[in-house]
């Protein structure tokens, strides 16, 4: 039972967006803080968006603006636009839920589990690839 699915992965050149979107299931999604991770085959998985059911978010330093995370809280989907995308932003994206809604409020929760090494979550999705070229 595959309860995170992404999608919207696909192949762009420097300069271009992509929006990924992940359908999850209602009760992981209205019981979790949701967020975006990436990961480069043979390097760690890294963080980039978090999101809190308020709309709070956090992202990871190397976004700077570029992308923007959100929600459809009634179609328990989660979205990540990226834009002005980079050689280096290629990689695997996943979706991920973890932590508690109410510990997701707050924005310091919301950077340790972006910063911590290795990307911990309860629930992942399988991924969306996302490659830019130059």
């Known amino acids: 039972q595959v309860e995170l699915v992404e999608s919207g992965g696909g192949s762009v050149q420097a300069g271009g967006s992509l929006t990924l979107s992940c359908a999850v299931s209602?009760?992981?999604?209205?019981?979790?803080?949701m967020g975006w991770f990436r990961q480069i085959p043979g390097k760690e998985r890294e963080g980039v968006a978090i999101i809190a059911r308020d709309g709070g978010a956090s992202y990871a330093n190397y976004v700077n603006g570029r992308f923007n995370i959100s929600q459809d809280n009634a179609k328990n989907t989660l979205y990540l636009e990226m834009r002005s995308l980079k050689p280096e932003d290629t990689s695997m994206y996943y979706c991920?839920?973890?932590?508690?809604?109410?510990?997701?409020?707050?924005?310091?929760?919301?950077?340790?589990?972006?910063?911590?090494?290795?990307?911990?979550?309860?629930?992942w999705g399988q991924g969306t690839q996302v490659t830019v070229s130059s």
């Open positions: 991920a839920a973890g932590g508690t809604v109410y510990a997701c409020h707050l924005d310091s929760w919301r950077r340790r589990w972006i910063d911590r090494p290795g990307g911990a979550a309860e629930y």
């Open positions: 209602g009760d992981i999604f209205h019981n979790h803080c």
